[in-house]
């Protein structure tokens, strides 16, 4: 492991690296091990999913400067003119998120917490467990709730596409600006 370098300075902090990490690991367990395989497994990975984007938001207003939304929310106009400035490889380079990375960020959180909700919809209405099985339950067994099971699948897929549009932002980011973004959200720290 390489030492800081005295013009480095942590940016994300340890709940935030954590979040980050354990959240790329439950979204895929969920993702890839459907319920047919093994319906439990899927179950307790989107169970971990909605806790982390529970704590996650609660981080987003009462953790450090740059895990707060006030420091990385954008209007769509900056955010919209980053994007422009990045794909021309002449973006300003932001030591928190940029606009596009913060914007980023919120629509993961909205999408995991319509993946989690509409999946907890499933679960009540198939199987009749679950926080939403009293009010999901009387859809169960008669294919009613066909519907909930189609919205679920729609935003584990919108999910998953925000994923590799974040991936490919965060590689465009870190080749524009000459630093390994990826290795400062394992480190927690970024140059100055």
Do not use: C
């Amino acid at each position: 492991m390489e030492l800081p370098n005295s013009q480095d300075v942590t940016v994300w902090d340890p709940l935030v690296r954590v979040f980050h990490w354990l959240l790329v690991i439950a979204f895929f367990i969920a993702y890839f091990v459907t319920e047919e395989d093994y319906l439990q497994v899927h179950i307790w990975a989107g169970y971990i999913v909605l806790g982390l984007v529970v704590f996650r938001t609660v981080w987003g207003f009462v953790g450090p400067k740059y895990a707060r939304f006030s420091n990385f929310l954008y209007s769509p106009a900056l955010v919209l003119s980053y994007l422009l400035e990045l794909l021309r490889l002449r973006a300003r380079r932001y030591l928190g998120h940029s606009p596009a990375g913060g914007a980023m960020v919120l629509l993961l959180l909205l999408s995991l917490l319509a993946t989690t909700i509409t999946g907890l919809m499933v679960y009540g209405a198939e199987q009749s467990a679950g926080p939403l099985a009293g009010m999901m339950g009387s859809l169960a067994g008669n294919g009613e709730a066909e519907w909930a099971e189609e919205l679920h699948e729609f935003f584990a897929n919108l999910t998953l596409g925000l994923v590799i549009l974040h991936i490919a932002g965060v590689l465009l980011a870190s080749f524009s600006h000459k630093e390994n973004l990826a290795r400062a959200m394992v480190t927690g720290r970024k140059r100055t």
